[in-house]
């Protein structure tokens, strides 16, 4: 069993920077970032395998976030720039262990308790 601990969400005014932090206690080979905004359903915002280069980015977040990682923590970050207040949300980790699709909400077997993002 695998369990995330997500940190460093918070408010902030449009325009600023936020990072986010997710830390996995066992094994997984990909992670990812995503983000339900009230009333609105749960989407991937950007996703990566621990130990390749290989990023995946919603468009709307494309040039703005950066997900980056720390393999020997098994930690990735969630560089938030220029933040707009559409990107107002609760931010999920998400692991998986094998090879999936790593945008993909159901391919994603674990998943944090979420960190509150506002931007106003």
């Known amino acids: 069993h695998v369990q995330l601990v997500e940190s460093g969400g918070g408010s902030v005014d449009a325009g600023g920077s936020l990072r986010l932090s997710c830390t996995a206690s066992g094994y997984v080979k990909c992670m990812g970032w995503f983000r339900q905004a009230p009333g609105k359903e749960r989407e991937s915002v950007a996703s990566i395998y621990i130990g390749e280069r290989s990023t995946w980015y919603a468009d709307s977040v494309e040039g703005r976030f950066t997900i980056s990682q720390d393999k020997a923590k098994k930690t990735i970050y969630l560089q938030m720039n220029s933040l707009r207040p559409e990107d107002t949300a609760i931010y999920y980790c998400?692991?998986?262990?094998?090879?999936?699709?790593?945008?993909?909400?159901?391919?994603?077997?674990?998943w944090g308790q979420g960190t509150q993002v506002t931007v106003s």
């Open positions: 998400a692991a998986e262990p094998g090879d999936i699709v790593p945008t993909s909400i159901v391919a994603f077997s674990y």
